[in-house]
């Protein structure tokens, strides 16, 4: 699981969803966002998480219970879960360097400054300006 954190309008939601998209194919149950910037009631985080996993609403009683229903729904979905927690900063920010805005905003700002490096900190702010 990857909890993305930030201001409003620097490209998490995006961030997210690429890198679900990009690790979709590699993890055998799939990939999924599970959207909780509109939530309001912390009560609805469990819902919402188990109804972007394809899970019933009951299994969102808790949050130990959405944990036992995602470890029951197969044992590749939290093998799954933990790749994408271990491996996704590193690749998130590969695949961004492929853009060519990101690379050209990469190049200008060593230009200006030899010190800066992309890193998973910086990501969302960088892909944020390259949009």
Same mark, same amino acid.
């Given at each position: 699981?990857?909890?993305?954190?930030?201001?409003?309008?620097?490209?998490?939601?995006?961030?997210?969803?690429?890198?679900?998209?990009?690790?979709?194919?590699?993890?055998?149950?799939?990939?999924?966002?599970? !959207?909780?910037?509109?939530?309001?009631?912390?009560?609805?985080?469990?819902?919402?998480?188990?109804?972007?996993?394809?899970?019933?609403?009951?299994? &969102?009683?808790?949050?130990?219970?959405?944990?036992?229903?995602?470890?029951?729904?197969?044992?590749?979905?939290?093998?799954?879960?933990?790749?994408?927690?271990?491996?996704? &900063?590193?690749? &998130?920010?590969?695949?961004?360097?492929?853009?060519?805005?990101?690379?050209?905003? !990469?190049?200008?700002?060593?230009?200006?400054?030899?010190?800066?490096?992309?890193?998973? &900190?910086?990501?969302?702010?960088?892909?944020?300006?390259?949009?």
């Amino acid at each position: 699981m990857v909890t993305l954190l930030g201001t409003a309008g620097i490209g998490k939601t995006s961030l997210a969803r690429a890198l679900a998209a990009a690790l979709r194919p590699a993890l055998p149950d799939g990939a999924v966002v599970a !959207e909780l910037a509109p939530l309001n009631d912390p009560a609805l985080v469990a819902v919402t998480v188990a109804a972007a996993l394809g899970l019933p609403p009951a299994a &969102a009683v808790s949050p130990q219970t959405l944990a036992a229903a995602v470890a029951v729904a197969g044992g590749a979905a939290t093998a799954g879960a933990a790749a994408l927690g271990t491996d996704s &900063a590193a690749d &998130a920010v590969a695949r961004a360097r492929q853009s060519g805005a990101v690379a050209l905003f !990469e190049a200008r700002a060593q230009a200006s400054d030899p010190r800066f490096v992309l890193t998973p &900190a910086n990501l969302a702010g960088v892909v944020a300006i390259c949009r």
